[in-house]
């Protein structure tokens, strides 16, 4: 599975962005998905995950009440809103998916996007 993350750009601290992650095949509706970020200089870190049939969502505390993910099964998509975005928001967001897995963990995700590029100024 050929995953495809866009939407990012720069955007003015307060500002909302949403991420697109699309498949190349529909098997990715039957898979978890996960976003993560990596800023210069640090670890790749997880942001938020939903489950295969949409039951679960989890977030990290950074995200949570500010980001939302959600799913379009027909065009094979996740999504991330994020509001009220600040400067730490800023680095390269990653999506990824499993068959399996919807941890907290990047070494959890077999398929992996090339990342999007957020920039929140301050």
């Known amino acids: 599975v050929q995953l495809q993350a866009s939407g990012g750009g720069l955007v003015q601290a307060g500002g909302s962005l949403t991420l697109s992650c699309a498949a190349s095949d529909r098997i990715f509706n039957t898979y978890a998905v996960g976003w993560f970020r990596q800023a210069p200089g640090k670890e790749r870190e997880f942001v938020a995950s939903i489950t295969w049939n949409d039951r679960t969502t989890n977030y990290a505390n950074s995200a949570e009440g500010r980001f939302t993910i959600s799913r379009d099964i027909p065009k094979s998509s996740v999504y991330l809103r994020m509001n009220s975005l600040k400067p730490d928001d800023t680095a390269l967001y990653y999506c990824?998916?499993?068959?399996?897995?919807?941890?907290?963990?990047?070494?959890?995700?077999?398929?992996w996007g090339q990342g999007t590029l957020v920039t929140v100024s301050s």
């Open positions: 990824a998916a499993d068959h399996w897995n919807s941890g907290t963990s990047p070494a959890e995700y077999q398929y």
